[in-house]
Every structure is written in C-alpha cells, then in structure tokens.
Nanobody, 121 residues
C-alpha cells in the first residue's frame, strides 16, 4: 500500500516561511516524479512544483516567483517544499503526489491527505 504523508502546515503571517515535508512509503520512490499541489475550497487544484530523481529536473509554477524551493531526499523517501515570503494568496491545502511521468500536468498516481497552510495576520 502506497502512503504519502504531509506535515509542516500551519498558520504564518504574511512574509513568513514554512517548510512542508512529505514522506512516502510503499513505492519505488526513486522512480517517481514528486510534485506539490495546492487547493483552495471551491477552486481547482493547481500545481506548485515538481522534481524528478535528477536534481536538474525541477519545474515551478509561475506564482512561486522564486519564493518556493522543492527538494527531495531519496534515502529517506522524502520531499520538502520550502516556502518563503508567503502571501495570503498562498493559503490552501498543500498536497504531495507521485507520478511515473515527468511534469506538472501529467497524471499523478498517488496522493497524500494534505496539510493546511494559512497565511494571515
């Protein structure tokens, strides 16, 4: 059984930072593209960033504007999303996901339950 578990969400003031983590089990982690997505109730889910097994293969959504950094630790089947200079518009539930394909728009086969991020003063 594949499990993806996110952590690190919470309440942060505008301009603050959060580091989200995701730990995977039950899959060949090295073989998967790992992506981060977010969703606000009533809106479509949107891609944030993804990273293949190669550190040179990273994609970011335009709205991250250099504020977010994705990384992965294959030895521990983990991925992180460092989010800096957060804005209220970043408020959402953030999900990590895994895909056998590369890209932000490809199908992602496995999903975590999400971690809530609230940016507010």
């Amino acid at each position: 059984q594949v499990n993806l578990v996110e952590s690190g969400g919470g309440l942060v003031e505008p301009g603050g930072s959060l580091r989200l983590s995701c730990t995977a089990s039950g899959l060949n982690f090295d073989a998967h593209t790992i992506g981060w997505f977010r969703q606000v109730p009533g809106k479509e889910r949107e891609a944030v960033a993804c990273m293949s097994n190669s550190p040179d293969s990273i994609l970011y959504a335009d709205f991250t504007k250099g504020r977010f950094t994705i990384s992965r630790d294959n030895a521990n089947n983990a991925t992180n999303l460092q989010m800096n200079n957060l804005e209220p518009e970043d408020t959402a539930t953030y999900y990590c996901a895994a895909s056998l394909w590369w890209g932000l728009s490809v199908p992602y086969h496995y999903w975590g339950q999400g971690t809530r991020v609230t940016v507010s003063s």
